[in-house]
Protein backbone atom coordinates (compact mmCIF):
# COMPACT_ATOMS: atom_id res chain seq x y z
CA UNK A 1 0.00 0.00 0.00
CA UNK A 2 2.90 2.24 0.59
CA UNK A 3 4.39 1.92 -2.53
CA UNK A 4 0.99 2.65 -4.50
CA UNK A 5 0.86 5.86 -1.98
CA UNK A 6 4.38 6.69 -3.85
CA UNK A 7 2.54 6.85 -7.28
CA UNK A 8 -0.80 8.94 -5.99
CA UNK A 9 -1.84 9.91 -2.78
CA UNK A 10 -5.69 9.44 -3.12
CA UNK A 11 -6.30 12.25 0.17
CA UNK A 12 -4.54 14.71 -1.14
CA UNK A 13 -4.86 14.17 -5.01
CA UNK A 14 -1.04 14.80 -5.20
CA UNK A 15 1.19 12.88 -8.16
CA UNK A 16 4.85 11.22 -6.75
CA UNK A 17 8.18 11.49 -8.95
CA UNK A 18 9.52 8.81 -10.74
CA UNK A 19 12.43 8.77 -8.71
CA UNK A 20 10.59 8.04 -5.66
CA UNK A 21 8.07 5.15 -6.92
CA UNK A 22 9.84 3.13 -9.56
CA UNK A 23 11.49 0.14 -7.75
CA UNK A 24 13.59 -3.20 -9.07
CA UNK A 25 12.01 -5.60 -8.62
CA UNK A 26 13.16 -9.84 -8.77
CA UNK A 27 11.18 -12.92 -10.24
CA UNK A 28 12.14 -16.10 -9.62
CA UNK A 29 11.12 -19.46 -11.11
CA UNK A 30 11.59 -21.73 -8.83
CA UNK A 31 11.57 -26.00 -10.28
CA UNK A 32 9.17 -28.64 -7.82
CA UNK A 33 12.05 -28.45 -5.55
CA UNK A 34 12.71 -24.89 -4.39
CA UNK A 35 15.70 -24.58 -6.60
CA UNK A 36 16.05 -21.33 -8.31
CA UNK A 37 15.99 -21.56 -12.32
CA UNK A 38 15.57 -18.60 -13.11
CA UNK A 39 15.61 -14.90 -12.21
CA UNK A 40 14.34 -11.61 -13.82
CA UNK A 41 15.06 -8.25 -13.06
CA UNK A 42 11.99 -5.60 -13.81
CA UNK A 43 14.63 -2.23 -13.63
CA UNK A 44 12.22 0.83 -13.04
CA UNK A 45 8.82 -1.20 -12.15
CA UNK A 46 6.20 1.04 -11.45
CA UNK A 47 2.32 -0.03 -10.88
CA UNK A 48 0.07 1.28 -13.96
CA UNK A 49 -3.24 -0.69 -12.76
CA UNK A 50 -4.31 -2.30 -8.99
CA UNK A 51 -7.80 -4.41 -8.73
CA UNK A 52 -8.67 -5.13 -4.80
CA UNK A 53 -11.25 -6.76 -6.30
CA UNK A 54 -14.89 -6.95 -4.07
CA UNK A 55 -14.24 -7.18 -0.16
CA UNK A 56 -17.22 -9.22 1.51
CA UNK A 57 -16.62 -9.31 5.38
CA UNK A 58 -19.60 -12.11 5.08
CA UNK A 59 -17.10 -14.23 3.70
CA UNK A 60 -14.30 -15.69 4.82
CA UNK A 61 -12.84 -16.34 1.66
CA UNK A 62 -9.25 -15.23 0.22
CA UNK A 63 -9.02 -11.83 -1.41
CA UNK A 64 -7.91 -11.53 -4.61
CA UNK A 65 -5.76 -8.11 -5.57
CA UNK A 66 -4.28 -7.71 -9.19
CA UNK A 67 -1.67 -5.61 -9.83
CA UNK A 68 -0.42 -4.53 -13.39
CA UNK A 69 3.52 -3.74 -13.61
CA UNK A 70 4.85 -2.16 -16.55
CA UNK A 71 8.86 -1.95 -16.49
CA UNK A 72 11.88 0.32 -18.22
CA UNK A 73 13.53 -2.92 -19.04
CA UNK A 74 13.95 -6.53 -17.45
CA UNK A 75 16.85 -8.63 -17.03
CA UNK A 76 17.95 -12.71 -17.06
CA UNK A 77 20.06 -14.23 -15.08
CA UNK A 78 21.88 -16.82 -16.67
Known amino acids: MEWIRLHFE ?3 GRMGYAV ?4 NLVLKALDP ?3 EIEKWTLVGS ?3 N ?3 GGFDYSDDALA ?4 TIQMD ?3 LAA
Request: hydrophobic share 40%; glycine share 8%.
Open 33 to 35: TGI
Open 64 to 67: DITI
Open 20 to 23: GYKK
Open 73 to 75: RCL
Open 10 to 12: SAT
Open 50 to 52: IDF
Open 46 to 48: MIT
